[in-house]
């Protein structure tokens, strides 16, 4: 039992060690690691050691920082390609990206957060950084108000807590704005989001769908104001997404509800 504990506490400690590298601070020195995981340096350094002999981390010989491994690379791509959202939507997405010029973004709901599948950016939208595997907030994109319209208003407060973080003087931080942008997006079928993250930047966003009838993801078109311009283009790109994302819930097994008419 004691030899049990001890192999799960390396690897618990060996998780935080990699969860210590971030988009902000991708390269760090050992004393950085003890630092921000509470982890003794001897121990990070032994861990680190394990670490880059399996290619998770890599150790810059000039500088001495340490920075993620390439290995992590062909983890990533076994996941992903074994993901049956990401292997429906992403050429989905690539071919809507393509033809209209804006970003597109396929997520999951990760706990209170979303979780980026894939995204491509169209000649409008250009990004320098890939958004594959980073999270953003629910509250605060179109692609996270997706994610919760299976939710009751309760469901969604349970989710995210009382309080609502700001990002921009657009964020909904109250419950009371937020479930009527929801309810919204029941109503007409998507959401959208306008300057809620990030200033300069907006998307329209709509459900995806699997065999249960259950949102299971979201896909977005995204860019910058002047790109998307929703003021006159809302109705053509709402049409759009939601015609992509129902392609993509048909090929993840989701059918129509059918109702009988009242008599």
């Known amino acids: ?27 760090l020195r050992v004393s950085d690691i003890a630092r921000l995981t509470g982890i003794g340096q001897s121990t990070v350094s032994r861990l680190l050691a394990t670490l880059e002999a399996g290619g998770l981390v890599a150790r810059d010989e000039a500088s001495g920082f340490f920075r993620l491994g390439m290995d992590h690379l062909s983890l990533a791509a076994v996941a992903l390609n074994n993901h049956p959202v990401h292997r429906e939507a992403r050429p989905v997405a690539q071919r809507l990206a393509g033809r209209l010029g804006l970003g597109a ?18 000649e409008l939208a250009p990004k320098s950084h890939v958004l594959m595997g980073s999270r953003n907030p629910l509250h605060a994109t179109g692609l996270g108000k997706c994610l919760m319209l299976s939710l009751a208003p309760d469901g969604v407060r349970a989710l995210l807590g009382a309080d609502l973080p700001s990002y921009t003087s657009a964020t909904r931080t109250d419950h009371e704005s937020l479930a009527a942008d929801l309810e919204q997006g029941r109503t007409r079928g998507y959401t959208t989001e306008v300057e809620e993250l990030a200033l300069g930047r907006a998307c329209v966003a709509a459900p995806i769908r699997d065999g249960s009838g259950g949102v299971v993801a979201a896909l977005s078109l995204s860019g910058p104001l002047s790109a998307i311009d929703l003021a006159r283009r809302e109705a053509v790109l709402a049409s759009e997404v939601i015609e992509a994302a129902d392609r993509i819930s048909l090929a993840l097994g989701y059918q129509a509800h059918r109702f009988t008419p009242a008599r």
């Open 105 to 122: 973004n396929v997520a999951v709901r990760d706990g209170a957060a979303l979780f980026y599948l894939c995204n491509f950016e169209g």
């Open 1 to 27: 039992m004691a030899v049990e504990q001890s192999g799960n506490q390396s690897v618990e400690r060996a998780v935080a060690v990699l969860r210590a590298f971030l988009a902000e601070r991708p390269e």
